[in-house]
């Protein structure tokens, strides 16, 4: 494109194309929707395809005081011929604008290219401008080029309910008074538009000394990449107290809908910073300010069936009905029964029994006693249809999903809640049945489940493991032996003197994944790495072969644990060992201890045997 000077699209009458100041560059306005919800743009010719050698288009939307621009691509077909679409055929996009100009000095938010599927669909601009260039190559593949909508939205929709902090760029203070508001939204710069890069935010809650806070993130767009947090650019840090220094007990990266954190105390601090080359959306959130109380710290999502959202009644004559609500606040564990146990529970009967904890808790289940009753023609029955039934709920983005389900008589596995709360429902058909039902033990873990090494507090899951307390041990994954919890991620950090690295090796492991275990597989994974936070160039591991013996270069090491919402397994367990570098036999790889036995028999027998030969030929010599 030739060197531009002020580009500015005139305001004329409807949507007239018309020169800009430069001759090269055609502008559209478009600054109403003549009354519609929305308006149409297109590129030229849609959906026939565009012509070749279309130097610059402009299309201009420009709000009123107090709006911002929403725009989003129904379609999209914009050959692609470079993997960031600088080259080629291509749209820009520029968001962030203090009036309706460009020129060669303004830098895009966006370059988009490829099919729709290639793309964020829709976007915002931070003020009453977005402007969108459209451009083109000598080559011409046949594409038809784009068709969108666009609106003009109330600005005040996407203001933080709190007060700005004097002398920052985007810290605000939540305080509890008398008069301030127990209920909020508060968002990331610029939202609904793309954050800044390079920046750092910071959201102080202060409650009454009776109160919690609540922080459901409703939407999460941060970078999209296929990493831990750990070793993200970008991220949501939730610290359960005044400020950094409390302990972590969120941490959020990537793509999330609707993850909700409760605070153990009346404070919560949350950060986020920004330091990707490219940036997301951001985040939207809604706070609450609450006294303790049953009810608001679970409030799980109703599952009773819906009619276009209406709620339909529920028949609930002669079925028994049992509700049982453990929250940490009251008891950190206990025991739970169907009715009547050990004697056999009745008929056509439907518990609920909720759990509630908060901060970086989780729920950790274990069924010490199972015998439901199962049809006489169907003894064994996977899918345990038409039988009496143990159902397991977690929140997954927001909603109450259904997990697992037990029947018959075999011990389930221990569980574990993939946040705070969990929801465990007992179903029992009419038939009046002769067995005795089960007995469960509950607790409410800070550790995962996890009791070797030394919890790192700056991580809602880490564990140091240093040389200097313990030459070797075992570790492994959350809740183990029984199946991880979803959408959790932990890091164990091995911590050697410098002349020393690690050696681990495998003695169980079962995480679901396909290889090469990315986001793609939609596969859980474990990760080395002999750095603390960079990306790891070592292979990751899932599935249910066992990893070699794997050996740190350095005194340090990592081992990331990463599972998704997707499935579960029993996970992992190892033994580390830290080793000598300069000691020859510490390049051997760690075998079970009969293998190990042998080789050191071996040694023996081959120096006796030496031995015996040089005592042979002396006596030899001496005759």
């Not at 959306?281 to 209406?310: H, M, R």
């Not at 759990?355 to 808790?361: K, Q, S, T, V, Y």
């Not at 899932?542 to 990463?562: A, W």
């Not at 036999?585 to 050191?600: G, H, L, Q, V, W």
Request: net charge negative; with cysteine.
């Amino acid at each position: 494109m030739a060197v531009l000077t002020l580009l500015m699209c005139l305001q004329f009458s409807l949507f007239m194309t018309v020169k800009a100041v430069n001759a090269g560059c055609h502008c559209v306005v478009y600054d109403s929707t003549f009354g519609k919800d929305y308006g149409v743009f297109t590129s030229p010719n849609w959906p026939i395809p565009y012509e070749d050698n279309i130097n610059c288009v402009l299309y201009t939307f420009q709000a009123e005081e107090g709006e911002i621009v929403e725009v989003t691509f129904d379609e999209f077909d914009v050959q692609k011929s470079s993997l960031e679409c600088h080259l080629g055929d291509y749209v820009r996009l520029f968001l962030h604008l203090e009036e309706a100009a460009v020129d060669h000095k303004t830098r895009e938010n966006s370059i988009l290219c490829g099919k729709i599927a290639d793309i964020d669909q829709t976007h915002y601009s931070s003020g009453q401008a977005l402007i969108l260039e459209f451009h083109t190559d000598w080559r011409q593949e046949n594409n038809t080029g784009f068709r969108g909508t666009y609106r003009f939205l109330n600005k005040s929709m996407f203001l933080t309910d709190g007060d700005p902090l004097h002398g920052t760029s985007c810290d605000y203070q939540f305080f509890r008074g008398n008069n301030s508001r127990s209920k909020g939204y508060f968002f990331s710069p610029l939202y609904p538009s793309t954050y800044p890069r390079n920046v750092m935010c910071a959201y102080h809650f202060m409650g009454k000394y009776n109160e919690r806070v609540t922080v459901n993130f409703e939407k999460v767009r941060l970078q999209r990449e296929d990493l831990s947090c750990l070793g993200s650019a970008d991220k949501i840090s939730v610290h359960d107290g005044k400020d950094a220094r409390s302990p972590v007990i969120g941490e959020l990266c990537n793509h999330h809908d609707y993850v909700e954190i409760v605070s153990t105390g009346p404070d919560l601090y949350v950060e986020f910073k920004s330091q990707a080359q490219f940036s997301g959306q951001g985040f939207k959130a809604v706070f609450q300010f609450y006294e303790e109380n049953f009810n608001l710290e679970l409030n799980i999502p109703s599952t009773e069936p819906q009619n276009n959202g209406l709620t339909l009644p529920i028949s609930r004559e002669s079925r028994v009905h049992c509700d049982m609500w453990m929250t940490s606040s009251l008891e950190k564990n206990g025991t739970f029964t169907s009715p009547n146990y050990p004697e056999p529970y009745p008929a056509d009967v439907h518990c609920v029994y909720h759990f509630a904890g908060r901060g970086r808790e989780r729920v950790q289940v274990i069924f010490t006693d199972f015998d439901l009753l199962q049809p006489l023609h169907n003894n064994v029955n996977r899918d345990c249809e038409g039988t009496d039934v143990i159902e397991i709920f977690i929140k997954i983005n927001g909603k109450k999903e259904k997990i697992r389900k037990f029947c018959g008589k075999s011990l389930p596995p221990q569980l574990m809640s993939n946040g705070p709360t969990m929801t465990i429902e007992f179903h029992a058909n009419k038939t009046f049945p002769i067995a005795k039902g089960f007995q469960a033990f509950y607790k409410f873990v800070n550790d995962f489940g996890i009791s070797v090494g030394t919890q790192d507090q700056q991580l809602v899951c880490g564990f140091l493991f240093n040389s200097q307390e313990q030459t070797n041990g075992t570790f492994y994954s959350p809740n183990h032996p029984g199946l991880y919890p979803r959408n959790t991620e932990c890091h164990y950090f091995f911590i050697g003197s410098k002349s020393e690295k690690v050696q681990v090796t495998f003695t169980d492991f079962d995480v679901e994944g396909v290889t090469p275990c990315t986001a793609d597989t939609a596969s859980d994974y474990l990760e080395f790495s002999n750095q603390p936070s960079e990306v790891t160039k070592l292979p990751r591991h899932c599935g249910l072969k066992k990893p070699k013996t794997i050996e740190s270069e350095r005194d340090f090491f990592r081992v990331t644990f990463k599972s998704n919402s997707r499935f579960d397994g029993t996970g992992f367990e190892a033994f580390y060992q830290f080793v000598n570098k300069t000691d020859p036999s510490s390049t051997k790889r760690i075998r079970d201890s009969a293998s190990n036995t042998f080789s050191y028999q071996s040694s023996f027998l081959l120096m006796t045997v030496i031995f015996l030969q040089v005592i042979n030929i002396k006596r030899q010599f001496v005759s």
